[in-house]
């Protein structure tokens, strides 16, 4: 009987004292995003130390994010096509497919590539250079590390996704268009000009920038707050770049549905 | 100015439950090689934090310069520590950027100097450590030695008045371990600086330190010129200084009755 007591009495303790470190480290990370963004000024007066980072992040993502686009673009394509001629319109899928993306799938997929591709580099870089004392020893050269490693990569990450996600749409939409037209036979007109007439600049396009923005400063922040916040050994680290997966991608699809939920009319 | 760099007064420091000094007062006199020794875990690492000024301490208080490092807002702290050089245990040079940057990046982020003058800065500072051949190798192409060497450039590359080196000999071979040692001499009467220098290589350290301070169980337990310090008597310092197995300090981490440890875990 003690036993049971105990075990229920242990479960509830642990319980709390995840509860609190939660609500400690959601703290600490909100403390570090409002200090690095008074720190950013060195980010923008020496602006190559973002464009540095938006290689590392940007620009190493772009082959997953294409080749991810054009599968997902096809995709889309042969299952749009095949409800679509159910009810005669198959030339619709030109808008289906732009719709669907611009909206949707380029910011999200994106965001999700983003974060198993560029946030657990970033995580990994930042808990290694915890660990091996290369911020204290930047913190002991009278450097701060929030504004030197922090900032630089934040702003890449928030320069860099919509970036991203554009070209992820497109590639989708390419993508799309060779599924649609050359192999399947929807004439190439219908297809352009019914995407053409049906997205919207503001409703669709903008608010899909505004989502990759959002999504970009979740996914950085979380990927440089994991690792910043690492324990400093190998454990510590590969749990830490775990983590920002698990909790980005999971921030990405509330956000998305947070966002949309706004957006739609 | 002071005739200390560094003082430590009566301070106290620790973890939650565990306090790592109680108590501990230290001077370290200009122009001096001071080193402070003591066995693994007695918290010699988190002395040289405290100067730095990242951990505050419970009680007491360390000056650098004259000022109180924990009183400090965050400018005051900068702009003590960049009186301070430290080398720290495997170096932590940016693995990202190669020797020669690495050298430079202290004169890129706080000073305005024009590129020609850091070049030759960053050349003399690697020629002081004799590795200026190797400014354009990675730091994952150095060895364990040479990493260290390149690190205390880098310490170095603004003339501070204090450098710090935390275990500058762990992990050395005795070839490395001698150029470490004769640099650190030799840096510290060249630039005319003061060297705090934690480790716990007995030899090493009594052939180039002008005063030593042992720390033991939170409190300096021994202090004195090297000299001293092998003719003391105190059992902790023979065994320290003569390297004996089992004295004050036990071979067995405290623990229970051995037998009835052993007899207990069957009943389990």
Redesign the interface.
């Given at each position: 009987m003690t036993r049971i007591f105990d075990g229920v009495l242990g479960a509830l303790r642990n319980l709390g004292s995840n509860f609190i470190d939660q609500i400690w480290r959601l703290g600490a990370g909100t403390r570090l995003f409002f200090d690095m963004l008074i720190s950013s000024g060195e980010s923008f007066r020496r602006f190559r130390l973002v464009v540095k980072e938006v290689y590392s992040t940007g620009v190493m993502s772009l082959v997953i994010i294409s080749v991810s686009a054009f599968f997902v673009g096809m995709v889309l394509a042969l299952q749009g096509y095949n409800t679509l001629q159910k009810y005669g319109s198959s030339e619709a899928i030109g808008v289906l497919v732009a719709l669907a993306l611009v909206r949707e799938l380029g910011p999200v997929v994106t965001a999700l590539l983003f974060a198993g591709r560029a946030g657990t580099a970033i995580t990994a870089e930042i808990g290694l250079m915890k660990a091996t004392e290369q911020l204290s020893a930047m913190e002991m050269m009278a450097v701060s590390p929030v504004s030197r490693v922090i900032a630089p990569r934040f702003w890449a990450g928030v320069i860099s996704l919509p970036i991203l996600a554009a070209l992820f749409s497109m590639i989708g939409i390419l993508g799309g268009y060779i599924v649609a037209v050359p192999l399947i036979g929807v004439d190439a007109g219908a297809f352009w000009s019914q995407m053409q007439a049906n997205v919207d600049w503001r409703l669709d396009i903008v608010n899909g920038v505004i989502k990759s923005v959002v999504f970009g400063v979740a996914c950085s922040m979380i990927a440089l707050f994991e690792g910043y916040d690492a324990p400093p050994t190998a454990e510590g680290v590969s749990r830490a770049t775990t983590r920002t997966v698990v909790t980005s991608s999971l921030a990405v699809l509330a956000l998305d549905f947070a966002l949309t939920s706004f957006m739609i009319e | 100015m002071t005739q200390n760099i560094v003082e430590i007064d009566n301070l106290s420091f620790g973890y939650k439950n565990r306090l790592l000094h109680k108590g501990i007062s230290m001077s370290f006199p200009r122009g001096k090689v001071v080193a402070i020794m003591g066995g693994s875990g007695s918290g010699k690492t988190t002395l040289l934090r405290l100067i730095?000024g990242?951990f505050k301490p419970n009680k007491g208080e360390v000056r650098v310069d004259g000022k109180v490092v924990h009183k400090q807002n965050d400018d005051g702290l900068?702009?003590l520590?960049?009186k301070?050089g430290?080398l720290?245990?495997?170096g932590?040079?940016?693995?990202d950027l190669s020797v020669y940057e690495n050298v430079a990046?202290?004169m890129r982020?706080?000073t305005d100097l024009p590129e020609s003058m850091i070049r030759d800065l960053v050349l003399m500072k690697l020629n002081a450590v004799g590795l200026r051949g190797a400014n354009q190798l990675m730091p994952t192409e150095l060895s364990g030695g040479m990493a260290r060497r390149v690190?205390l450039a880098r310490a170095i590359a603004l003339d501070p008045d204090i450098i710090m080196y935390d275990e500058p000999f762990a992990g050395l071979d005795p070839i490395s371990m001698a150029v470490i040692c004769d640099l650190i001499r030799t840096l510290n009467d060249a630039l005319g600086v003061t060297s705090i220098v934690v480790t716990h290589d007995v030899e090493e350290t009594f052939s180039f330190a002008d005063y030593i301070y042992f720390v033991a169980d939170g409190v300096v337990a021994a202090e004195g010129t090297p000299d001293d310090l092998r003719q003391s008597t105190l059992p902790f310092i023979h065994q320290f200084v003569y390297g004996e197995k089992d004295g004050p300090v036990p071979f067995h981490y405290p623990a229970g009755d051995y037998q009835q440890e052993l007899l207990g875990s069957k009943n389990d």
């Open positions: - | 730095g990242q900068y702009q520590r960049r301070m430290m720290f245990q495997q932590a040079l940016f693995t990046f202290p982020e706080l690190a």
